[in-house]
């Protein structure tokens, strides 16, 4: 027996709570440094290697520095949370910042704030509130702000942010409060700021803690591990939210909201990280280091090779056949640590660190090739929310992580159009698109899924151009027979504030994935791409269990932002504690 071990420093976030507060620490990621070394309690079987696969081997771990490129280890930082019940005029610090909706802003016919809480800001600071907002028209609408650097209160900023005119999309509204904050501190070098809400009749203050939490930790989050220079600027130290609640319920749900942006962060380095840094095996040794870090609940199992061939994976190898990058197929398992499991679950992320198309390769504008390293979205959304669960340890649900990771490249050794692969479940699929390979890895990975004895499935993947075609940049679309499943999944996103679409399922679109040689081709015409994409990935899911496929191509990417946005995470969460004791 072996193991692998990731020598780096992970990205954590430890959240621990005190009567008043909830810290957030933060410690950078991953890929410093890539060697192999003996770890205990994470393990798997080696097989004899042949001179050709030694080689291939070495020549793996040698790629993982390719362009010399190492990340840099930045110091964390470090963020504080409080709930408090204090007068606004009487809190000292950088940024008071207020959570206004449009109706919040409604003014008398003296241009006097109707709002008792602007109300009394604005009596303390002679009218300047009031008269700042009419001049520069705010008027509550969401991504408005105004921040004034005012005399008369504790506080050195006093800003107005706006969040829309209702809560019907409360939980993204009040995580852009956060962000919005994080983002107004960052400019005004701000190290304590104070959150707090206009009116708060008829919310989940609990739910709304936390989501403004989330917002700020994922808006102070930039990931500067491959820049040459680092900005000095002080971060943001603590963050008070008042108005909302105090005691243990709303420090637990604040520890909550640490777990997640956790595994988000996690998820959003790992898509980040360029394809010569974040190969295959590096993602297996992140996948292990989970494991490891939580061994109490977590045991991780990276098969190789030789023993994807012993379980007849032949459509996921054929993907990985052209690359000097060996594949690693990925099973993390989630225990509770105490306590009768009542539910069993798989998480499938599709783990492409890189494609290149394969012989169709991807050319043209708007090929996307530049950005190809996010094609493992799915496995990054999976393992983040793996590290979330790991410090969360919901009981009575067992949890399943599974990626079948590889590289889709080009050489004599590839796979080619025309070709004929068989899956682990005996099922034939000619090749007639080499640029369609997500879906044959995850077809292995699905049968692997179901032998584990599960009862619900989620895959997540970035499948195809045509979600985005369908949906837009921000959403994600659903497939899944089950209503049920559905509706445990569609509620999880309501929570969560990720946008998620349910999407038909039309068997007649079969016709066009039969093949004139084996049983199916792997890709169908161009029109309903998502769909067909779909009913492939229904023939390697065993009929007795639940399956949801999610294809998340759009909002996994921020182009505007041209970073990774974690897509997937903390819905994942939500579903897996839906399906715990």
């Given at each position: 027996m072996a193991a692998i071990r990731v020598s780096s420093t992970s990205l954590a976030i430890l959240a621990s709570?005190?009567?008043?507060?909830?810290?957030?620490?933060?410690?950078p990621s991953i890929f410093t440094k890539f060697r192999f070394t003996p770890i205990r309690d994470i393990s798997?079987?080696?097989?004899?290697?042949?001179?050709?696969?030694?080689?291939?081997?070495?020549?793996?771990?040698?790629?993982?520095?390719?362009?010399?490129?190492?990340?840099?280890?930045?110091?964390?930082?470090?963020?504080?949370?409080?709930?408090?019940e204090v007068d606004l005029v009487e809190w000292k610090g950088d940024i008071l910042a207020v959570g206004v909706t449009e109706n919040d802003m409604a003014k008398d016919d003296n241009s006097k704030f109707k709002n008792s809480i602007l109300q009394k800001l604005d009596s303390q600071l002679g009218g300047l509130l009031s008269e700042a907002s009419t001049e520069e028209e705010f008027t509550g609408k969401a991504g408005q702000s105004t921040v004034l650097r005012l005399p008369g209160l504790g506080s050195k900023r006093v800003s107005l942010i706006g969040l829309g005119s209702a809560a019907a999309s409360a939980t993204v509204a009040y995580r852009s409060l956060g962000e919005a904050v994080a983002s107004a501190s960052?400019?005004?070098?701000a190290s304590n700021v104070a959150i707090t809400l206009a009116s708060s009749e008829g919310i989940s203050k609990l739910s709304t803690a936390s989501a403004i939490a989330t917002g700020a930790v994922l808006g102070t989050f930039d990931d500067n591990r491959f820049r040459s220079s680092e900005s000095k600027k002080p971060g943001l130290q603590s963050v008070d939210i008042l108005g909302l609640g105090t005691g243990a319920e709303i420090e637990k749900k604040l520890k909550y909201a640490g777990d997640v942006c956790s595994g988000i962060i996690f998820g959003r380095e790992l898509v980040n990280a360029p394809p010569n840094v974040l190969?295959?095996?590096?993602?297996?040794?992140?996948?292990?280091?989970?494991?490891?870090?939580?061994?109490?609940?977590?045991?991780?199992?990276?098969?190789?090779?030789?023993?994807?061939?012993?379980?007849?994976?032949?459509?996921?190898?054929?993907?990985?056949?052209?690359?000097?990058?060996?594949?690693?197929?990925?099973?993390?398992?989630?225990?509770?640590p105490s306590g009768e499991v009542k539910t069993k679950l798989a998480l499938v992320g599709k783990g492409l660190t890189f494609d290149s198309?394969?012989?169709?390769?991807?050319?043209?504008?708007?090929?996307?090739?530049?950005?190809?390293?996010?094609?493992?979205?799915?496995?990054?959304?999976?393992?983040?929310?793996?590290?979330?669960?790991?410090?969360?340890?919901?009981?009575?649900?067992?949890?399943?992580?599974?990626?079948?990771?590889?590289?889709?490249m080009i050489s004599g050794t590839g796979m080619r159009p025309g070709d004929v692969v068989t899956a682990s479940n005996g099922k034939t699929i000619e090749v007639n698109n080499t640029d369609a390979e997500g879906r044959l890895t995850l077809?292995?990975?699905?049968?692997?899924?179901?032998?584990?004895?599960?009862?619900?499935?989620?895959?997540?993947?970035?499948?195809?151009?045509?979600?985005?075609?369908?949906?837009?940049?921000?959403?994600?679309?659903?497939?899944?027979?089950?209503?049920?499943?559905?509706?445990?999944?569609?509620?999880?996103?309501?929570?969560?504030?990720?946008?998620?679409?349910?999407?038909?399922?039309?068997?007649?679109?079969?016709?066009?994935?039969?093949?004139?040689?084996?049983?199916?081709?792997?890709?169908?015409?161009?029109?309903?791409?998502?769909?067909?994409?779909?009913?492939?990935?229904?023939?390697?899911?065993?009929?007795?269990?639940?399956?949801?496929?999610?294809?998340?191509?759009?909002?996994?990417?921020?182009?505007?932002?041209?970073?990774?946005?974690?897509?997937?995470?903390?819905?994942?969460?939500?579903?897996?504690?839906?399906?715990?004791?």
């Open positions: 709570t005190s009567s008043s507060s909830c810290y957030f620490h933060f410690r798997f079987a080696i097989t004899p290697l042949s001179s050709r696969r030694a080689k291939r081997m070495a020549h793996s771990i040698a790629r993982a520095t390719l362009g010399l490129t190492e990340p840099k280890k930045i110091d964390p930082p470090k963020i504080s949370f409080a709930a408090k960052k400019s005004a070098k190969t295959p095996g590096v993602l297996a040794e992140e996948a292990a280091r989970i494991a490891s870090e939580y061994s109490d609940v977590f045991s991780a199992k990276i098969l190789d090779e030789e023993q994807c061939k012993e379980l007849k994976m032949g459509s996921y190898l054929a993907v990985a056949a052209a690359s000097a990058n060996p594949p690693h197929f990925i099973h993390l398992h989630y225990k509770p198309g394969g012989y169709n390769i991807k050319t043209g504008a708007g090929c996307l090739i530049e950005l190809m390293k996010f094609d493992m979205g799915g496995s990054a959304a999976v393992l983040g929310a793996a590290k979330a669960l790991a410090q969360i340890k919901p009981l009575g649900v067992e949890v399943h992580f599974i990626v079948a990771a590889c590289e889709n077809a292995d990975a699905l049968v692997y899924a179901c032998n584990q004895g599960v009862d619900k499935i989620v895959d997540l993947a970035t499948l195809t151009g045509a979600c985005i075609i369908a949906l837009g940049p921000s959403i994600a679309g659903v497939f899944t027979p089950s209503d049920e499943l559905a509706k445990e999944v569609l509620g999880a996103s309501e929570l969560s504030g990720e946008k998620l679409w349910r999407m038909p399922m039309e068997d007649s679109y079969w016709e066009s994935m039969k093949s004139g040689v084996a049983d199916m081709v792997n890709t169908g015409g161009r029109q309903g791409g998502a769909i067909t994409a779909a009913l492939f990935l229904k023939q390697f899911v065993d009929e007795k269990v639940q399956w949801m496929h999610i294809d998340l191509a759009g909002p996994v990417w921020n182009d505007k932002k041209k970073n990774a946005t974690g897509f997937g995470v903390s819905t994942l969460v939500e579903w897996v504690l839906k399906n715990s004791s």
